[in-house]
């Protein structure tokens, strides 16, 4: 069973940062294309930022695009989206998610990603 942990969300100051790290488990092989999305209470989940593992090619919503980044290190089924001059508007719970078979492209829906995380709750007081 493919498991998707997310850790590293938490409360912070408009201005500061966070690192958020999603570790994958259950895979056979180290999944093609992993990312994060996020979701505003009441709204659909959107996009964040995606990798496409094998080669390390990454895409970003043009809303996080020059504050976050998004790595892998490969060796621990890990991804991580570091978050930088954080807006009040980047709080929302943001999922990790993963889809062993496909690439990324920019502004994959979430439809596209077979496996999800929990979520992490991220909350950017202004």
């Known amino acids: 069973q493919v498991q998707l942990a997310e850790s590293g969300g938490g409360s912070v100051q408009a201005g500061g940062s966070l690192r958020l790290s999603c570790t994958a488990s259950?895979?056979?092989?180290?999944?093609?294309?992993m990312g994060w999305f996020r979701r505003v209470s009441g709204k659909e989940r959107e996009f964040v930022a995606v990798v496409f593992t094998a080669d390390q090619r990454t895409y970003y919503a043009t809303s996080v695009k020059g504050r976050f980044t998004i790595s892998q290190d490969n060796a621990k089924n890990t991804v991580y989206l570091q978050m930088t001059s954080l807006k009040p508007e980047d709080t929302a719970m943001y999922y990790c998610a993963a889809e062993p078979l496909s690439l990324c492209w920019d502004n994959m829906p979430s439809s596209a990603m077979s496996h999800w995380g929990k979520g992490t709750l991220v909350t950017i007081a202004s």
């Open positions: 259950g895979l056979t092989d180290r999944a093609n294309c």
